[in-house]
């Protein structure tokens, strides 16, 4: 990483030429791994959970965290940015500004979940349509322990097979993490542009300090005081995917790294990290939620509007349900932004100019709010499988 910062400041676009390569084989190969291994490590996490009352108990657990933890996350984005102002008085003539990404806005919230439901699997999994394809494979996990015994016994261990093969090629993928990360970093820092960030100083500062604050205190709070764990243990085990998260920017393509940390380094059981971090990587998004809520509230600042507390309220709301939208990839986030101006009637064309300013310098952002995101869904799974009297979770740091 530091390697790659280097370069990039002695050498700009040159150095690309060199690394960057490197940097796209390996989120290649990540993203290689990503629709089989959601796809069997849901069917054999639902189907080793067994039916009915325990993954009914693991559901609500797991649920109950990620909406917990978002929420807090929302509330500390919503204090800061009233508190801070980034947007009051921000002149963003001067800032650069980028053209909107081409990812397709969903149109609506009630869209979005009804998307879950896929009319075709086979085109969800050939789309990596995450969120589909988590339905489809709970319904398969759900509906294989209901068939008789022969049937299952064969689907299951057919099932946890194809995953041990996924984490296996995703132990290979893991050694190149090294070359990939030097070649993601050079390319992020030779391709930001300085100008931009100093007009919009104080909305990363916002944006940074809240996002600082979730990951090096209330995570390690919770991981403390409701999993009884030390997060400097927790925090050493997972390494390897925080940096991941960090150069990828995508939680999607860092899952196969998060996946391998928590079982294989924080000692989680496969039963629950299978679980909570393949839903956890499209639905948990604590980063993301604090970004929507200061980003929506910076760009009403920046154009003078008041907004009264009815309407923070539905930011904070809509802010927590678009991040559970937004899927694991380099800026979603900020394309879910439009739908929460939509939703408080923040229009015209100046909240297009101000979102594209935004993006200019977005790249950071995206790197620290995604490492934000796997952390929690890391903390998660330690949390719950401490909580379903796993023990021997993070007891101690593991090379
Ligand atoms: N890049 C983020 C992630 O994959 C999503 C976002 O843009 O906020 O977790």
Redo the contacts with the bound molecule.
């Keep these: 990483m530091v390697l790659g910062v280097l370069l990039a400041a002695f050498f700009g676009q040159g150095a690309v030429r060199w690394t960057g390569w490197m940097g796209t084989i390996f989120i290649r190969l990540l993203k290689m791994v990503i629709v089989p291994l959601i796809f069997t490590s849901i069917v054999s996490g639902v189907a080793s959970v067994g039916g009915g009352k325990s993954l009914g108990r693991l559901g609500l657990k797991t649920f109950l965290y990620y909406i917990a933890t978002s929420m807090v996350a929302v509330v500390t984005g919503l204090l800061l940015v009233n508190f801070l102002k980034p947007g009051v008085g921000a002149d963003l003539g001067g800032a650069v500004h980028s053209e909107l990404p081409s990812l397709s806005t969903p149109g609506s919230l009630g869209e979005i979940f009804l998307r879950m439901i896929p009319e075709n699997p086979v085109a969800a999994m050939a789309h990596g349509d995450m969120l589909a394809i988590i339905f489809f494979a709970i319904l398969c996990g759900v509906a294989l322990i209901q068939l008789k015994e022969a049937q299952r016994t064969l689907l299951r261990s057919f099932v946890d097979a194809a995953f041990e093969l996924m984490m296996a090629i995703t132990s290979g993928i893991i050694r190149l993490a090294p070359l990939g990360v030097l070649g993601l970093i050079t390319t992020a820092v030779a391709a930001s542009g300085m100008g931009a960030f100093a007009t919009l100083g104080k909305y990363m500062l916002t944006i940074t300090a809240g996002l600082l604050i979730h990951l090096l205190v209330t995570l390690p709070l919770l991981l403390r005081f409701v999993g009884g764990m030390n997060p400097i243990v927790h925090y050493r085990n997972m390494a390897e995917a925080l940096l991941t998260a960090f150069s990828t920017?995508?939680?999607?393509a860092t899952l196969p790294v998060t996946l391998r940390c928590v079982e294989e380094k924080a000692g989680v059981s496969n039963r629950v990290s299978s679980f909570v971090l393949p839903m956890g990587a499209t639905i948990n998004?604590d980063?993301?939620a604090l970004?929507e809520c200061v980003g929506v509230i910076f760009i009403s600042q920046v154009m003078g509007f008041h907004l009264g507390l009815q309407a923070q309220w539905v930011v904070v709301v809509t802010a927590l349900l678009a991040s559970i939208g937004?899927?694991?990839?380099?800026?979603?986030?900020?394309v879910m932004i439009f739908i929460i101006t939509e939703a408080i009637h923040l229009q015209g064309p100046q909240v297009g100019v101000i979102v594209g300013a935004m993006l200019a310098i977005d790249r950071p952002l995206?790197m620290l709010?995604?490492m934000v995101?796997?952390t929690s869904d890391s903390c998660g799974a330690a949390i719950i499988a401490r909580s379903e009297g796993e023990t021997g979770v993070n007891e101690r740091v593991r090379a």
């Design positions: 920017s995508s939680s999607s998004m980063g993301t970004y937004a899927a694991g990839i380099p800026s979603a986030g900020l995206d709010r995604t995101n796997v």
